[in-house]
């Protein structure tokens, strides 16, 4: 069985805004997200500016009391989910909920809940840790929370591969509808980490951007100047459905998912294959199972960190993938302006590149003022464009050596 995947329904909480049409809007005009790191101590930090949520009033969508019940990585889930559920029609509507699913993940979960609970610990005794603690912390609780909130009862787990997490994710939902076992999925990723401990533990592991001064400036994919990434948080949720199912509904459908690659470079904790081979085998397998060839691809949504490795193994992957054409393609950086939301990044990058397809526009990789020698292709610098793109790539790479490239691909009403 090879069914059609679509999507739905989407929804986005991050740096720029807490909605989808807030934060499409922003990021068509260049606007960072970054700013000066708010809510935790800086005291010792080299990095003290991140992509943090702002003003999101989650009372609207979550019960007072479950919210005091809530890490901020579920909370952000939740609403996000809840934006994509409505997003899609989903309310009252006439679906088998025993074939309906969720699949979200995250890079690292409950930490601000692990921070605070261990604080509790130590200051006050074991007594005092609350009984929330474990289902506050542990990552699965954003799948399970969400199934809990619309009585999904299919297939429910976490993935958890760093900053691959939420593009896993998405490959997952896509391959479960795809055979038949579902026929509605919610998928993508939360992440809640801009915390004293993992700022100080990226900090220490020098991964994070000093530009200090300059917050709006900071994160510079494929630029010579930029020095590492921004941290950001939020959330970005997918309703993935059966062609069959949507057009039953009589569903909006914003673009369709028809490939997956996933590779491990087997090389570094952190570093990249030097010539991005893992990241090409994964858009070299996504393009074979899309049974497209690589010519047909217009866009790239890329991982672009700002990392001095890592931009450029990814352009060699692209330049090796594609040859002579990776010129022709169009290829941007949301991270550019919403910083790095780690698990919860493939999740908002492909909900922009359905976003992308669907309009017929690209936006611009921000702060591309003087790029790297080693970074020659056309990552869209200064200002938005107009393109009607047919196949996109969106790619995600993790710590660890995970690589996801997913394909979508502009929808044929017909």
Sequence with gaps: MNTRVVITGMGAIT????????????????????????GISTEGLSTTIAAQIKGLDAEKYIDKKMLRRLDPSEKFCLVASQLAYDDAGL????????????????????????ESQYQILIDRGAKRVSPFFIPMMIIDMCPGLTAMRFNFRGPNYATVSACASASHAIADAFRSIQRGESDIIITGGAEASITQLSVAGFCAARALSKRNDEPEKASRPFDIDRDGFVIGEGAGILVLESLESAKARGAR????????????????????????????????????????????????????T?????????????????????????????????????????????????????????????NLENPDPECDLDYIPGQAREAQ?????????????????????AHDAS
Aim: glycine letters at 16%; proline letters at 3%.
């Design 15 to 38: 740096p720029l805004g807490n909605s989808l049409e807030e934060t499409w809007k922003n990021l068509l005009a260049g606007k960072s997200g970054v700013g000066p790191l708010t």
């Design 91 to 114: 309310e009252g509507a006439d679906i088998d909920r025993d074939r309906c699913g969720v699949i979200i993940g995250s890079g690292i979960g409950g930490i601000s809940t692990l």
């Design 253 to 304: 459908i914003y673009a369709e998912v028809i490939g997956a690659g996933m590779t491990c470079d087997a090389h570094h904790l952190t570093a990249p294959l030097p010539d991005g081979a893992g990241a090409g085998r994964a858009m070299k397998l996504a393009i074979n199972d899309a049974k497209i060839q690589p010519e047909e691809v217009g866009y790239i949504n890329t991982h672009g």
């Design 306 to 366: 700002a990392t001095g490795l890592g931009d450029i193994a990814e352009t060699k992957a692209i330049k090796t993938v594609f040859g002579d054409h990776a010129y022709k393609l169009a290829i941007n950086s949301t991270k550019s302006m919403l910083g790095h939301l780690l698990g919860a990044a493939g999740g908002i990058e492909a909900i922009v590149t359905a976003k992308s397809l669907q309009e017929g526009r690209l936006h611009p990789t921000a």
């Design 389 to 409: 793109i047919r196949y996109a790539i969106s790619n995600s790479f993790g710590f660890g050596g995970h690589n996801v490239s997913l394909i979508l691909a």
